[in-house]
């Protein structure tokens, strides 16, 4: 994972604008579809450089259309974008992953800030309504992003907003050819203040 985040501090979500999951004064978080292919793969190229030792992205269409075939909404994935407002460009992209109901309601958090976007503080605004909306609309429970030690921005962007460093995973994702270990950093719902009135269908009873 990557986040080239500037020192900004996210700005509260305003009400969404029609199709969008989110709104702040500079961004807005909307689901990726199909329609993203070409300018997803030129931020991709763009960026190749900067990506390549923390994650591997989709970089060509069939690889983009299989990436984007296995997000289902919340079900058991979601994959967002974060957008400037005035223009609609996509400045990164914050995915949900491996999401699991029942007793655990947990997912886990993937990320990429685009060239030229990055260091601008648009991850820092898009990952506040990331949180808002796995917490009220997926009603979530907890969030985990797995962080490379030496990631630095990708860390302050978690640490902006409370998560807690619960340990290092050593060969825990195959990352640029070899088994990489990654901190793991998670936040609930409390922690975040956002709880939501009603609890996901799927949570047991007791």
């Known amino acids: ?66 990436f984007v075939d296995r997000f289902d909404e919340g079900r058991t994935a979601e994959g967002l974008l974060v957008c400037l407002r005035d223009t609609g460009a996509i400045a990164g992209n914050i995915n949900i992953n491996s999401i ?38 997926l009603r979530l429970h907890r969030l985990e992003a797995q962080i490379r030690p030496d990631n630095h921005a990708s860390i302050r962007l978690v640490q902006r907003y409370g998560f807690r460093y619960e340990g ?17 950093w998670a936040i609930t719902n409390d922690m975040a203040g956002i709880v939501p009135s009603v609890p996901h269908p799927t949570l047991p009873g007791r």
């Open 100 to 137: 699991i109901p029942g007793r655990a309601q947990t997912g886990s958090l993937g990320y990429a800030a685009f060239a030229p976007y990055a260091g601008r503080g648009y991850m820092t605004e898009g990952l506040g309504m990331v949180l808002r909306h796995a917490f009220e609309e």
């Open 168 to 184: 290092y995973s050593p060969d825990l994702l195959f990352i640029d050819g070899a088994w990489r270990g990654h901190g793991r």
């Open 1 to 66: 994972m990557i986040e080239n985040g500037g020192t900004e501090q996210a700005e509260r979500p305003d009400t969404p604008v029609s199709g969008d999951l989110g709104s702040s004064p500079r961004v807005t978080l909307r689901r990726i579809t199909g329609r993203d292919q070409d300018e997803w793969l030129e931020r991709v190229r763009a960026g190749v450089d900067q990506h390549r030792a923390r994650m591997t992205l989709p970089a060509t269409p069939e690889d983009f259309q299989a």
